[in-house]
């Protein structure tokens, strides 16, 4: 075959509901020229409409100026179009929201793993790189025990207990045997596995490794990083008294004041909007605002604490810091060890003990 051959990664991404935000630009990663000319029209107003993010009203419109002037029928509505499924029937409810099932995916994905896309007579190879959920849908499309659950972690065996204070699984300990793909498949982990994930068909797939626990998003910036200045604002928190008003109005101006680098364009918005906080603001307030604002603010344990978990997400942000990657994981078992000595045991959540992973 004369094919020219290429490598892409793919990462496949589903959100159960929940309202988490990323704010990054969509990248479009094939920039190869497309043939319209071997495409039907149907397919390159699909194209268009698609690539460009038009919408149904957009689409709607563009066909009937169309067919006003063309001698020939096109789709009527955006909607026929554009295939979009009428019925609700594949809409799946599970924990924190619901699934939309857009088709057998594990049958498309199968075919082009092996044999690949051609685009422009040119074989695109596809390598499935990372399969990112949120909790919900992780363990929905794996089959196994949720987050909360007693068995529920992904990563290791660690086994959660119920705690009566916080009415919530939590997870104590650290390195704790690591899962395996070849345990998963050969159920080793009968209280973990529940299901028989169509994802085991994927070949060369490790659903262990393959499906991610730990993005800096979830986990840092709207896991433990909102968790903590809500609790630290809240007095919800363990030990820690709530913030005074005037602590939370000081807290407010310094973030209000700060310059941040022209790279980042959302400013820091107050403390009383915390829950209406973007992703991009919890990042901004660990890697940078955090360390000087919350200096003389929090008690020096809790000060010390933070500064921990500053240190390992800065050592991990950037591949210069690799040769310390290892320290920084140790930082980060330290920091959730510390967690449950400061806060106390019952807020160990699954979002803490993932940290490790
Ligand atoms: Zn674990």
């Not at 935000?21 to 497309?34: L, M």
């Not at 295939?83 to 799946?92: A, L, V």
């Not at 498309?108 to 949120?134: H, P, Q, T, W, Y």
């Not at 998003?217 to 709530?242: E, I, N, P, Q, S």
Request: glycine residues 6%; contains cysteine.
């Amino acid at each position: 075959m004369n094919d020219e051959a290429a490598d892409c990664d793919v990462e496949m991404e589903y959100e159960s509901g929940c309202d988490d935000d990323i704010e990054e630009e969509d990248s479009i990663n094939c920039d190869g020229n497309i043939d319209f000319s071997n495409m039907t029209l149907e397919d390159c107003l699909r194209f268009y409409a698609l690539s460009t993010n038009q919408t149904h009203s957009a689409i709607n419109l563009l066909l009937e100026i169309l067919s006003s002037n063309l001698q020939r029928s096109l789709p009527k509505s955006a909607r026929t179009l554009l295939k979009t499924r009428r019925s609700n029937n594949d809409i799946t409810n599970i924990p924190g929201g619901q699934l939309w099932y857009h088709g057998p995916l594990v049958d498309e994905l199968k075919d082009i793993l092996v044999n690949g896309i051609m685009i422009n007579s040119v074989r695109i190879f596809i390598r499935l790189r990372a399969i990112i959920a949120d909790s919900p849908a992780r363990a929905y499309i794996k089959g196994c025990a949720y987050f909360n659950g007693i068995h529920g972690c992904m990563k290791c065996t660690c086994e959660g207990e119920y705690n009566n204070v916080s009415n919530t699984v939590v997870f104590k300990s650290i390195n704790a045997q690591i899962r395996t793909d070849k345990g998963f498949r050969d159920g080793e982990y009968p209280e973990h596995v529940k299901l028989a994930s169509p994802l085991l068909d994927l070949p060369s797939f490790n659903i262990i490794t393959d499906v991610i626990t730990s993005d800096a998003l979830h986990l840092f910036y709207l896991g433990v990083m909102k968790r903590l200045l809500l609790g630290w604002r809240d007095g919800k928190l363990g030990k820690f008294c709530k913030w005074s008003a005037d602590v939370c109005n000081a807290v407010s101006s310094r973030l209000e004041g700060i310059a941040l680098p022209s790279e980042i364009h959302r400013r820091f918005r107050r403390l009383d909007e915390l829950n209406n906080w973007k992703g991009t603001e919890f990042a901004s307030f660990l890697h940078y605002a955090g360390i000087v604002v919350l200096k003389k603010v929090l008690p020096i344990e809790a000060y010390d604490h933070f500064l921990m978990l500053f240190c390992a997400v800065t050592i991990l942000s950037s591949v210069e810091y690799k040769p310390n990657w290892p320290v920084a994981g140790k930082m980060l078992e330290t920091f959730i060890l510390q967690y449950g000595e400061i806060y106390g045991e019952q807020y160990l959540t699954s979002n803490i003990h993932n940290l490790q992973h």
